[in-house]
Nanobody
Framework: QVPLVESGGGSVQAGGSLRLSCTASGDTYRNKCMAWFRQAPGKEREGVASIYTDGGVWYYADSVKGRFTISHDNAKNTVYLQMNSLKPEDTATYYC???????????????????WGQGTQVTISS
């Protein structure tokens, strides 16, 4: 397992912004898919965005396209989720996840991810 540590959650008003960070420990950051999922109370977990750490390929859920941006810094083993124009429906616990991948296609949000962070709460008030 790859330990994943998230940070950056919090509470903001609708229309505001937050940036989440997720740092992966160890030296196995390359050839991975890194992703953000979220789960709101009473709802199923939803894939938000993913990125292939060995190339510029990323995927987004339709609900966040144009508002959220996933990026990564290989030197820091860290993936970011910049969230702009936040809406109350974005309120959820956000989880960082990873999985090994030899090609970017395995980073699609429909694939299973093997390692998970502890989650960070994001609350958007109207």
């Amino acid at each position: 397992q790859v330990p994943l540590v998230e940070s950056g959650g919090g509470s903001v008003q609708a229309g505001g912004s937050l940036r989440l960070s997720c740092t992966a420990s160890g030296d196995t950051y390359r050839n991975k898919c890194m992703a953000w999922f979220r789960q709101a109370p009473g709802k199923e977990r939803e894939g938000v965005a993913s990125i292939y750490t060995d190339g510029g390929v990323w995927y987004y859920a339709d609900s966040v396209k144009g508002r959220f941006t996933i990026s990564h810094d290989n030197a820091k083993n860290t993936v970011y989720l910049q969230m702009n124009s936040l809406k109350p429906e974005d309120t959820a616990t956000y989880y960082c996840a990873s999985r090994p991948a030899t090609i970017a296609a395995f980073c699609r949000l429909s694939y299973d991810f093997s390692d998970w962070g502890q989650g960070t709460q994001v609350t958007i008030s109207s």
